[in-house]
Nanobody, 125 residues
């Protein structure tokens, strides 16, 4: 069984920054891809970023582009999402996800096998 636990969410003013963390446990993730997704109120879940076991990163081409950075610490089995220049439209529940090796596109949420419970990010104007 795999567990993913997100942390680091909270309330921040527009223009501020947050770093989300996702701690993984249950097995090693040496060949897994880790992803971050978010779901804003009334909207579909959307891809934010991913980090493959090869070190390859992929980012959404949407509104977060250029403002987020994904990184990982294999010694801690933890993945991070640094978010800068936050705006009210970034308000959402942010989810960490993990998937086994796959040929599916990294932004395909259905290709991910494990999900965290999510952490709320609220950006005030």
């Amino acid at each position: 069984q795999v567990q993913l636990v997100e942390s680091g969410g909270g309330l921040v003013q527009a223009g501020g920054s947050l770093r989300l963390s996702c701690a993984a446990s249950g097995r090693t993730f040496s060949t897994y891809t880790m992803g971050w997704f978010r779901r804003a109120p009334g909207k579909e879940r959307e891809f934010v970023a991913s980090l493959a076991w090869t070190g390859v990163t992929t980012y959404s081409s949407g509104s977060v582009k250029g403002r987020v950075a994904i990184s990982g610490d294999t010694s801690k089995n933890t993945v991070y999402l640094q978010m800068n220049s936050l705006a009210p439209e970034d308000t959402a529940v942010y989810y960490c996800a993990a998937r086994r090796p796959s040929y599916d596109d990294y932004d395909l949420s259905s290709s991910y096998d494990y999900w965290g419970q999510g952490t709320q990010v609220t950006v005030s104007s």
